[in-house]
C-alpha cells in the first residue's frame, strides 16, 4: 500500500552531502514541475484520469504508486463533490523549489505546492465562487525518459488521504464509499466562563497556516513555536496557538497546558499542547470547552431544530476532532464560512486555508468530535 506517512523521513537521507547542487537547472525544472502539476490539477477538475497517463515513470514500483494515488485523488474528488452539489471550476498550483539536487540519472527535489481550488454550488441561480487553498510539502524525484521529465517518485502529505483508502488506483476500476452511521454520546465536562477572542483568533489562523494558498506570512508558520512536522505531526500544535496565543484566541494557559521557551528561543508545548489525544481530554474537562456533538459525516449533517445538522452550530474559532478508530488523530479550527454556510477550516501537517471541514476524511473509521470553545 502507497503510504504517504513517509514523506516524514529524514530529509537528510533524501539529500545526502554527496549530492551537488546545480544552478543551472531550478528555471527549467520549475517549469516542467509547474506543467505536471498543472496536468493532475486538470484531471482532478474535469475527473479526466487518463490525463495522468504519461507523467509517471510506471517502469518501476514507485511511480507507479504515485500514480495509483493521483488516480484515487480524482475518483474521491469527484464523489465528495457530487455528494454536496458543489462543482469545482477552476484548481491552480505554484510551486516553491526550496532545494534540488542532481544524483546520476534523477533530480531530486524539496517542493511546496500551494493549490487553489474555487467551486460554486450547482443549485444555485447565481453562483457564488468560494476559494479555499492547500499547501503541500513534496519530495520529488524526476528522471528522463525518451528525452523527457517524468515523476520517479512522488511523497507528500495529503490532506485527502485517509478518505482514499477504500478508492483504487487502477483506471478503469472504480470503488463506491460506504458511510457508517454510528454515533457516540460522550459525557461533557461542567461549562465555566473564559475569555476567548474568536476575531483574533480567527486572524492568527489565517496569517501562520503556512504553505497554502490564501495564508498570510510569506507562507510560513509562526517561528516563536516550534514544528512539529515530521514529529507527529503539527496540527494540535497550531490549534494551541490559536486559542491560546496572546496574538490569537487569548485563552488563559495553566501548569498542563503550556508553551515554554527553551535557550534557543522556540517554544516547546506541554503534552496536552501539542497531543491531540491529550489536548483534546483537556480542552473538554478543563471547561474551556464543551462538545456539541460526537458522529459520522452523517450524523453531523442529519438535520434538527434550528439547524441544517449539528455542524452548522459551530462558530469562528471553534475547533473539530478528527479521530480515527477511537483515538483522537487530528484538529482543525473553524476559520470561516462558505456562500452556503458550510464550515470552512485552518490546520497544520497539511497545511489548510478555509477548507471544506470534512474534505478528505471519507473513511468509514472516521469520526469527528464538535468542540465550541467557551467565551
Known sequence: MFLLITALFNIYHYFPDTFVLSMNYPKEIESEVTKMYNTRNYALLNGDIKALIGLFDTNQKYGQWAMEHEVKRVKYLKDWAKERGIKFINIESKIRIKRIYEVKDKIKLSIDELSRFDYIYSDDENSHINSFGIGLKHYLTLIKDKGKYVIYNDWYTDCFQDAMQRYSGEINDYEDIQSSTQTETLTEAIEYKVSYNRKKAVEYADKYCGAA????????????????????????????????????????????????????????????????????????????????????????????????????????????????????????????????????????TTDRYHVPWDLGWGDKDVKFILIHING
Not at 485563552?251 to 491529550?278: E, H, P, Q, T
Request: hydrophobic content about 30%; overall charge positive; aromatic content about 14%.
Open 213 to 348: 494558498w490564501g495564508s498570510d506570512n510569506e507562507f510560513k508558520y509562526n517561528k516563536k513555536y516550534s514544528d512539529y512536522n515530521g514529529l507527529g505531526g503539527d496540527c494540535t500544535n497550531f490549534v494551541s496557538q490559536v486559542i491560546g496565543d496572546e496574538e490569537g484566541g487569548g485563552l488563559l494557559k495553566d501548569k498542563i497546558w503550556f508553551c515554554s521557551s527553551s535557550k534557543g528561543g522556540r517554544c516547546f508545548g506541554s503534552k496536552a499542547w501539542v497531543n491531540a489525544g491529550a489536548f483534546k481530554d483537556y480542552i473538554i474537562y478543563s471547561g474551556k470547552g464543551r462538545i456539541i456533538k460526537k458522529g459520522t459525516y452523517k450524523d453531523l449533517t442529519k438535520p434538527i431544530e434550528g439547524y441544517k445538522g449539528a455542524i452548522y452550530k459551530l462558530e469562528a474559532g471553534d475547533l473539530i476532532c478528527y479521530e480515527k478508530k477511537g483515538k483522537a488523530d487530528h484538529f482543525a479550527v473553524i476559520t470561516s464560512f462558505d456562500s452556503h454556510g458550510y464550515p470552512l477550516v485552518n490546520s497544520h
